[in-house]
């Protein structure tokens, strides 16, 4: 797709943006279109002696964001891990951004993963993050497979961060802010990983989130997804 116009020009309205599934595995490709970019490479993989290569991510930064985004190294396959300073964003706390691509709960890739199942992979790498780190936030994208239909974490009553993020009233369970709307009902094992994981780091899902303008339609579905 990125040898079609009206792709790139939406892309170069970005400062960071990340593509996955590439299937890219080199990471000394030249992307002139791109030159006033950074470009991180998490190279996909080849399954068998047959076919092309699967997986891949991508991430661009403006090169005018130099200063202010750092790689993160991690061992994980397909995923890049960037810290964005806080100046970038006016929050108090650096962002990590994690961009990963997952393969279908069917892939021959699980086959030979080294870092478990699924959604595991996110896991772990989230662990180590915290182990490393402290006193940073988190942004989670990328292809998943994993489908949630409308279910989200549920975040305990006392997170500090909590109020400012229900300017609703609090009295009424239809104004629960993080409740999520969804074109797709299923919820897939995948689904169920991320809600876990959101669970258990305090995250929300924000595709869905209608009320702050998360579109809550169809991206992709597919038989093999998670």
């Not at 791109?34 to 002696?49: P, T």
């Not at 995948?190 to 339609?217: K, M, Q, T, Y």
């Amino acid at each position: 797709k990125l040898d079609i116009k009206e792709v790139v020009s939406t892309l170069l309205t970005f400062e960071i943006f990340a593509l996955n599934e590439t299937f890219v595995y080199s990471d000394t490709l030249v992307y002139s279109r791109f030159s006033e970019y950074d470009v991180y490479v998490a190279r996909a993989v080849k399954l068998s002696q047959h076919g092309r290569h699967s997986g891949g991510v991508l991430v661009f930064v403006r090169k005018t964001l130099f200063d202010l985004v750092r790689k993160i190294e991690i061992k994980y396959d397909h995923m890049i891990v960037l810290e964005i300073d806080k100046m970038l964003f006016g929050t108090t706390k650096s962002v990590f951004l994690v961009c990963l691509y997952v393969h279908p709960s069917d892939s021959k890739y699980w086959r030979q993963s080294q870092y478990g199942f699924g959604l595991e992979i996110l896991e772990q790498c989230l662990m180590d993050l915290f182990e490393r780190y402290e006193d940073f936030s988190v942004i989670v994208c990328g292809d998943l497979n994993a489908r949630t239909g409308c279910e989200n974490a549920v975040l305990d009553d006392d997170d500090e961060w909590r109020d400012e993020w229900r300017p609703y009233d609090k009295t009424n369970v239809d104004n629960y802010v993080f409740k999520r709307n969804s074109d797709d009902r299923e919820l897939s094992i995948f689904g169920r990983e991320l809600v876990n994981i959101c669970n258990s780091f305090d995250c929300v899902i924000a595709n869905g989130l209608c009320r702050f303008g998360f579109d809550d339609s169809l991206t992709f579905v597919s038989s093999t997804g998670g």
